[in-house]
């Protein structure tokens, strides 16, 4: 059986400023008002027959959300961002964290951003399609700590009405 949780109407929500590197449009900082829908799949076990927890689906997805909100996103492993003082191939991202100030350049333009308004994330790019993935894989994991009967969790994060990218992550 499938358990259905509706981003908007449960609250699971973000804003966040981000940019996509080298597109044409979306190579500026902008925002977006996020919202993440979450589907899960697995057998009904337990006491309470349930399938998952809705308590514990809406806790953790909001744990990712606050996260995010009120950031910059930084996708530390794009090939077009070069961090002031950082090889991301061989530096950890624990230690860039550690600079008060995150210095990088995209295709010439120099940003200069305190870190506290940062969140350095290990990903290519800040997409829907990245952060769908982003989302599934840590509730699974986080889910699978206390669950033994998932057969998927499936996370879309929307930017906004009308557009989201939703990946599933099999267990
Ligand atoms: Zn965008």
Do not use: W
């Amino acid at each position: 059986m499938k358990i259905l949780v509706n981003g908007i109407q449960s609250n699971l929500r973000f804003s966040s400023a981000h940019v996509i590197p080298g597109h044409e449009s979306c190579g500026f900082i902008h925002g977006h008002s996020y919202f993440v829908d979450v589907e899960i799949e697995g057998e009904r076990t337990g006491k309470f027959e349930f399938v998952v927890d809705f308590k514990d689906v809406k806790g953790f997805t909001k744990e990712f959300c606050n996260e995010l909100d009120h950031r910059l996103l930084i996708p530390v492993f794009n090939e077009l961002i070069e961090f002031k003082d950082f090889d991301k191939k061989t530096d950890s991202i624990d230690g860039l964290k550690e600079n008060k100030t995150i210095q990088f350049k995209i295709d010439g333009k120099g940003y200069s951003i305190p870190s506290v308004d940062c969140v350095l994330l290990p990903l290519p790019y800040t997409s829907a399609e990245e952060l769908s993935k982003y989302f599934a894989e840590g509730l699974a994991e986080k889910l699978s700590e206390s669950y033994d009967n998932l057969k998927y969790v499936a996370v879309c994060v929307n930017e906004g009405i009308g557009q989201g990218a939703e990946y599933r992550k099999e267990l």
